[in-house]
């Protein structure tokens, strides 16, 4: 596949004994959408309704059970009259397909299509009434929901190809890599030698430097404090830190991390960054910087990339540090807040020549 944005295709779902809420009238266009799951190519049918993509949820408890290669995203479907509810059970064993006294088919004329008043569980959890499932539509008595809804409720990922017309399920953890440049916002780095000393800083990035402060003449040559200050060979001025922005490449995995409210990011930011080893004036230079980006948003999808990071951002540092933290923050805003396994991080202890740094960016 190309490039993905967020799926336009959408979901499917549940057999013969859904009901319909409203009498608000749709039309349905009958579609058969390649699907990729997991590198598989299949064709699944259902119904495009108002520019979106329908499909059973047995259809796609199916597909998951057939090619998905994460086996921990099979599900079993539970349908309950009483409460005209369906809950998504999850499980490690394969869907178990019921089957039907013919081979389900959208065919080619055009259907109406009802607003349904199902609701969807997640084990015990109304998932309609919190918005995390939307619009769902009855048609010929099966229910038909979006794909994106109930891959982020297993904790799939979902794409769409607009050039190929595809859509692309992932079943393991996401990395996302855009052939769109990468905008590196603002790694600074702190010197902190445990005496006066000279320094030479070199970056080895295959990117284009946008921004640098003081100016990057194939380096900086620096003398150090071991408060953190510094004095530019180039001007003879006084600078707190190492600044520079750029363009590249950089793949950014979000299969760990930390969802948290805008209004919450300030504190939790405190925190983190602190436990990773930033001192107060690190971090607190770091929220000055990121918090204007962050706190409107109702969520953020926050994961710090230090391996790849540092792989794409290397620094040539003589002498050489004794002690290196390098922190670099991706984030993602979010309307509505996933489930994501926190990141964990191991302690840092400063001795001797310390260089630290810190930068982010945001992917969209």
Request: with cysteine; net charge negative.
């Amino acid at each position: 596949m190309k490039g993905f944005a967020l799926c336009l295709a959408a979901v499917f779902l549940m057999g013969n004994t859904a009901f319909a809420a409203e009498k608000t009238e749709k039309t349905a266009v009958p579609v058969h959408q390649t699907v990729v799951w997991d590198g598989t190519e299949t064709k699944m049918p259902g119904y495009n309704i108002d520019g979106y993509t329908y499909f059973r949820l047995r259809d796609m408890a199916k597909m998951v059970s057939a090619y998905a290669t994460n086996e921990m995203h099979y599900f079993d479907l539970q349908y309950q009259k009483e409460t005209n509810s369906i809950t998504i059970v999850r499980k490690k064993e394969k869907y178990q397909y019921v089957a039907e006294n013919k081979t389900f088919d959208v065919g080619t004329e055009n259907k109406k299509a009802y607003a349904s008043s199902a609701s969807v569980l997640l084990n015990d959890l109304d998932v309609t009434k919190i918005g995390l499932v939307e619009d769902g539509y009855v048609i010929d008595g099966y229910t038909f929901y979006k794909l994106r809804d109930i891959t982020r409720l297993l904790g799939m990922d979902v794409g769409w190809c607009e050039e190929e017309k595809v859509t692309e399920v992932l079943s393991q953890p996401k990395k996302v890599y855009s052939n769109d440049p990468t905008l590196y916002r603002k790694p600074v780095i702190y010197l902190y030698p445990e005496k006066t000393m000279d320094v030479s800083v070199k970056l080895d990035y295959a990117g284009d430097l946008t921004v640098t402060y003081p100016t990057y003449d194939g380096g900086w040559q620096v003398t150090a404090q071991p408060d953190g200050t510094l004095t530019n060979h180039a001007d003879g001025l006084e600078y707190s830190y190492l600044f520079w922005e750029g363009n590249g490449q950089l793949e950014v995995d979000f299969s760990e991390g930390f969802v948290v409210k805008g209004e919450d990011t300030a504190a939790f930011l405190q925190k983190t960054l602190s436990d990773m080893g930033l001192t107060p004036k690190e971090y607190n230079d770091f929220i000055v910087y990121w918090l204007p980006f962050m706190q409107e948003n109702a969520y953020n999808l926050i994961s710090f990339q230090q391996e790849n990071y540092t792989e794409q951002a290397k620094l040539d540092i003589h002498p050489a540090p004794d002690s290196v933290l390098r922190v670099f923050m991706a984030f993602r805003s979010l309307e509505k807040p996933i489930e994501v396994k926190p990141q964990e991080f191991q302690p840092f202890e400063r001795n001797g020549f310390t260089v630290v740094e810190w930068g982010g960016t945001e992917v969209k």
